[in-house]
């Protein structure tokens, strides 16, 4: 999983707390993003960093945040769970070098919000 | 909002075929796609990327991207039964340098 890990990599929560998920790397990559995946919907993009510090919403944002305070952590926090929210979450790294634009994934947290 | 479609299958073929996989994308102007494999309960990984024109070989695997006609395609030769699983195809989005992803083709290959 090219140094990338996610913990917890399982979790069951109920509605209405909070709950956040870490990605920590070990590449040094620059850009880092989160995913959820769902059946019929594939992988929709929550949000995503280009640096410390810079972070930036993607196709699916609503009820979530983020930060990233170094390089190799990327913390996606789910303020208020909902049962909406019950998925798989991927984290992914990539360095965005020249023409070569690859993610890698960590292995994912199933998340389950009763 | 840039789209990237492919058929979820399943597409089943038998051992030792070439399995051919699709995907459709609305942008004319999208330069690079990614194809990922994706074994139940597992994460994506990657199995090639393609930048220009024409096909790329990597091993049984051949990806052709023909920007005419906005379709990408992944061919498998000599298919076998671990290659069974989900493939994944990703094309940029409206921002960044990020991914849009296509829902994924379900691959089974039959002993």
């Known amino acids: 999983d090219a140094g990338i890990t996610q913990s917890p990599r399982h979790k069951v929560t109920e509605t209405g707390t909070p709950v956040t998920l870490r990605c920590h790397q070990t590449e040094n990559h620059r850009y880092m993003y989160w995913y959820r995946q769902d059946p019929g919907h594939g992988l929709r993009l929550i949000h995503y960093?280009?640096?410390?510090?810079?972070?930036d919403k993607g196709e699916v944002s609503d009820g979530y945040s983020v930060s990233r305070s170094k390089t190799e952590d990327f913390l996606l926090t789910l303020e208020s769970a909902t049962s909406s929210q019950t998925s798989v979450y991927f984290c992914?790294?990539?360095?965005?070098?020249?023409?070569?634009?690859?993610?890698?994934f960590g292995p994912g947290t199933r998340l389950t919000v009763l | 909002q840039k789209e990237v479609e492919q058929n979820s299958g399943p597409l089943s073929v038998p051992e030792g075929a070439i399995a051919s996989l699709n995907c459709t994308y609305s942008d004319r102007g999208s330069q690079s796609f990614f194809w990922y494999r994706q074994y139940s309960g597992k994460s994506p990984e990657l199995i090639m990327f393609i930048y220009s024109n024409g096909d790329k070989e990597d091993g049984r695997f051949t990806a052709q991207l023909n920007k005419a006609s906005q379709y990408v395609s992944l061919l498998i030769r000599d298919s076998q039964p671990s290659d069974s699983a989900t493939y994944l195809c990703a094309g940029p989005a409206n921002y960044g340098q990020n991914f849009v992803f296509g829902p994924g083709t379900r691959l089974s290959v039959l002993p």
């Open positions: 960093s280009y640096g410390v510090k810079d972070t």
């Open positions: 992914a790294i990539s360095e965005n070098r020249d023409r070569d634009h690859t993610q890698y």
